[in-house]
């Protein structure tokens, strides 16, 4: 089964809370050892790391490798330090791509480089990085060390890819899910697959909660591509029409491209190869993407990736953890339908 | 004893050679694993990586990690890839410093920012970054992690202190070398450090390899600050009074700023703190520099580290690589003197 329906904007919709609920009490760990370990006695590293730690993500990635962890029975401390490493490198990561965005806003707050410059923004965000690799080595799990130290590289590789395609239109589908599979997809990988390695069980439960981390990320990413054409600003935390002001090539615009007359594509090169991107532009993107349903077949591509991130999960045995886990893949798709 | 002097241009100096010679059959192997790992089918990371690594760096800290493995017996293959790593993480930090300093040449090159962008500097180093610790997690050794990732973490803290003093004449001598303990001292203990570690060898090894790298990393330091105001760029791979023109606080600054009158306290506040920093300007630097012996001081402090670095090693039994890292002090401070 897809998604639940949101019908009369009552809360049947399928929720995060199950997730919260069960790692409430590790996430209390997690958020005093965020603060404890992005402390400095250089002031600037913890007051610019929390202006960014504290502004309201919804730290779905470390809740998974949580309950990735309760699943198969983990009962020491580790994954409460492993957690904190994905969120730090999480962290690290936005920083980063703030400064090679150039964005201004991000959670409907002034990005850290707004504040205190692109400097500061590259060096705390490798020290959050720096961070994140000593609290793995106290974990002391090489195998955990290994899938995040690989996802560093990865998740690197596929922003500087991105670079790459950067305003080409010509970028082809898969060629841009190469890029999020990296950018995006390798983090939740990542954060998953470390929960049944430090409770220690078999290859097969390693290899299901990496394709369920992988699969979710892409579904997540094309999610966030597709609000940044629709939501509003407010659900967003970010403003509508980033991705199309700074040139982005993401997903809707790569099929309104493809599926479009001449003359259209000639206001896609227009747009988002000569940044011809004000408003009106934006409205126009937004009516082509209606006129060839880009924004609804994003949305079926994502649900295509949820169904095998379900189905990742399925033969592992039931359990609140399995339950929660994989309610927070309609979670993630119900966000934008 | 401290320096050989070099008298009538005869090749009496303290010389990296023995160093060289003794690790040559594993650099080879070193330079091999670079060109492998910062290898990568996007294209743009070999080349922005090869631009930097090829441009005739010394290799100073990777040597050294290889001498000091083999000082102890090391007979594996651990101390390649360490080694590797620790020339990467140099790498990164070089990537992202070039793009923090807005610098335009490193090594009497282009700096890769000027070639390829900011943003893909800030990129590729966050890939090296990240291959450093894949190939650290190969070795296996958590001891050896630990002091590597601790040192990414104090090289970011480093450099972000740096940016707090940044234009600050008041900056106190000691404040200053606690931003160059950090930013590049760390690195240089690590890499010392890491040999003993992977050798197996007792505590008081572990400690004197640390604080051999701890004290050549502040004279090394010391001596690059003093040959931004005196070296030729030929010499240097750069251009002199770069520190100057980036207004950066480095000790030859801090002491003539601090020994100077009141109006010369004036003319450094213009300058550093201001921007007025033209060739004009660099001449009275330099001539209050010679007033106030601010260079002498402070290669009299690079050798002070120095001999601190040589009595570390002292007290260890008799070896080649004992007698090259120890030539590696006089080398580095001759290289100014």
Redesign the interface.
């Known amino acids: 089964m897809g998604v639940v329906l949101n019908m009369d904007g009552k809360r049947n919709m399928a929720s995060v809370e199950p997730l919260i609920a069960l790692t409430q009490e590790e996430m209390g760990k997690v958020n005093e050892l965020i603060l404890s370990k992005a402390g400095?006695d250089?002031?600037?590293?913890p007051t610019l790391a929390n202006h960014l730690i504290s502004s309201g993500g919804k730290r779905l990635r470390p809740m998974i490798t949580i309950a990735a962890a309760q699943m198969f029975g983990y009962s020491g401390e580790g994954h409460v330090r492993l957690a904190t490493s994905v969120e730090f490198m999480h962290t690290a990561t936005l920083l980063?791509d703030d400064?090679?965005d150039e964005s201004d806003l991000r959670r409907g707050k002034k990005t850290a480089r707004m504040i205190w410059g692109?400097?500061?923004s590259?060096?705390?965000g490798?020290?959050l990085?720096?961070?994140a690799?000593?609290m793995?080595?106290d974990v002391?799990s090489?195998d955990a060390?290994?899938v995040l130290?690989?996802?560093?590289?990865?998740?690197?590789?596929g922003?500087?890819?991105q670079?790459?395609v950067a305003k080409n239109l010509e970028t082809t589908e898969d060629e841009y899910l190469q890029v999020i599979k990296a950018k995006t997809a390798a983090l939740f990988s990542a954060a998953a697959e470390v929960g049944p390695i430090i409770a220690g069980v078999s290859k097969n439960e390693r290899a299901a909660l990496k394709s369920y981390g992988t699969n979710l990320g892409l579904a997540f990413q094309l999610v966030d591509d597709a609000l940044d054409y629709g939501g509003s600003a407010k659900d967003l935390g970010k403003n509508v029409g980033d991705d199309f002001r700074e040139g982005k090539i993401t997903l809707p615009v790569i099929l309104s491209y493809r599926r479009g007359s001449e003359e259209e594509r000639k206001f896609w090169k227009h747009a988002i190869e000569e940044g011809a991107s004000d408003d009106a532009a934006l409205e126009t993107a937004k009516s082509l993407m209606t006129k060839y349903n880009a924004i609804g077949d994003t949305i079926a591509r994502a649900r295509h990736f949820g169904e095998i991130a379900r189905d990742a999960l399925a033969p592992l045995k039931s359990s609140p953890q399995k339950a929660a886990l994989t309610e927070v893949i309609d979670f993630c798709i119900s966000r934008v339908t």
Chains 1, 2 share one sequence.
């Not at 250089?42 to 590293?45: D, F």
């Not at 130290?149 to 590789?157: F, G, K, L, T």
């Open positions: 400095s250089v002031e600037l590293i980063h400064v090679v692109n400097q500061a590259v060096l705390v490798d020290y990085l720096g961070q690799f000593r793995m080595v002391g090489l060390l290994d130290a690989s996802a560093a590289a990865v998740i690197a590789e922003e500087v890819m670079l790459d």
